[in-house]
T-cell receptor
């Protein structure tokens, strides 16, 4: 079963705009990780944020985590056509098992 | 450093047959996990192996099994294939580190079609 929901399910923006995706989860976590998946391909790891962190940056990516609300957001700034993909959040608890959200499909148009 | 390698990338099987998928983790990673991805159910955890022992198991029938070898390479097997087993099977590896955050890396996946 899915850990939670991602919002929105689909997002269409123009190149240069920012894209924000939200993820909610249900149980306590050790870490939350964000992944990108291009159509038919594997998952590419983007960023990991630990449960005691509130914000993390990596290049054009900014991730926030609010454990009191059991939610996280991924912001991609200055989007490019190459950012077109599905984005998933995944949480892990005491074990290495990841529980995924439902994903956000991002379409970046020229 | 090579990433997670999965073979084969694509395969077609007939109902009732069995299939074996292979995964080579990132060098130095001793934890290997398997996931099934379908349009209807999304990404679902199958099982995790660490040091040749199954550490966690998802909610899948016994037809799904796996093993890990002493070099950390892993295989998963699905017996008596059903149409609903058609999916992208993803392998992931990690160090299972606790102190620095357990980053989990995925391979390109094996696309299984059951006809």
């Amino acid at each position: 079963s899915q850990q939670g929901e991602e919002d929105p399910q689909a997002l269409s923006i123009q190149e240069g705009e920012n894209a924000t995706m939200n993820c909610s989860y249900k149980t306590s976590i050790n870490n939350l990780q964000w992944y990108r998946q291009n159509s038919g391909r594997g998952l590419v790891h983007l960023i990991l944020i630990r449960s005691n962190e509130r914000e993390k940056h990596s290049g054009r990516l900014r991730v926030t985590l609010d454990t009191s609300k059991k939610s996280s957001s991924l912001l991609i700034t200055a989007s490019r056509a190459a950012d077109t993909a599905s984005y998933f959040c995944a949480t892990d608890g005491p074990a290495s098992k990841l529980t995924f959200g439902t994903g956000t499909r991002l379409q970046v148009t020229l | 450093k090579a990433g997670v390698t999965q073979t084969p990338r694509y395969l077609i099987k007939t109902r009732g047959q069995q299939v074996t998928l292979s995964c080579s983790p990132i060098s130095g990673h001793r934890s290997v996990s398997w996931y099934q991805q379908t349009p209807g159910q999304g990404l679902q955890f199958l099982f995790e192996y660490f040091s040749e022992t199954q550490r966690n198991k998802g909610n899948f029938p016994g037809r799904f099994s796996g093993r890990q070898f002493s070099n950390s390479r892993s295989e998963m097997n699905v017996s008596t294939l059903e149409l609903g087993d058609s999916a992208l099977y993803l392998c992931a590896s990690s160090t299972r580190a606790r102190d620095s955050g357990n980053t989990i890396y995925f391979g390109e996946g094996s696309w299984l079609t059951v006809v």
